[in-house]
């Protein structure tokens, strides 16, 4: 069935990056560096208030929190991707599944190495069928 290829699809591709990642010890083979300086403390207040609404459903309110969050962030920022696997959560939620599953493309492009986007991204990919 449809579904069952898009759950083998998703599956299949979380095998093949954790291979990709033990082999070459954690580091993608097209990982950028990652800009580790400190987060801007704006940033991680706009990041909390999101977590805030998130928890209390308002998802849209959220997902703007976290883009005014992205805004004060330098290019490259670790923090990056977990904002966007942040809005893929809420556009989940929302049941905007292709959306969700364009965030975590994103948020793979800036962390190849975050499991919180694949397995992001493999529930979308799920629940579209």
Known sequence: SKQ???????RA????????MAKGKGKSPVAKPAVVASTPKEAL??????NRMFAQREYTKA???YDAAMK?????STERADLLCNKAACFY?????????????TALEVSPGSI???RHRAKALEKQG
């Not at 069952?4 to 998703?10: H, K, N, Q, S």
């Not at 004060?72 to 490259?76: E, N, V, Y």
Request: hydrophobic share 40%.
């Open 4 to 10: 069952a290829c898009r759950v083998a699809v998703g």
């Open 13 to 20: 591709c979380l095998l093949s990056h954790q291979s990709i």
């Open 45 to 50: 207040d706009l990041k909390n208030d999101g």
């Open 63 to 65: 997902i703007e929190q």
């Open 72 to 76: 004060i962030l330098p290019d490259g």
């Open 93 to 105: 939620a929302l049941n905007k599944l292709k959306d969700a599953v364009k965030e975590c493309g």
């Open 116 to 118: 919180k986007a694949l």
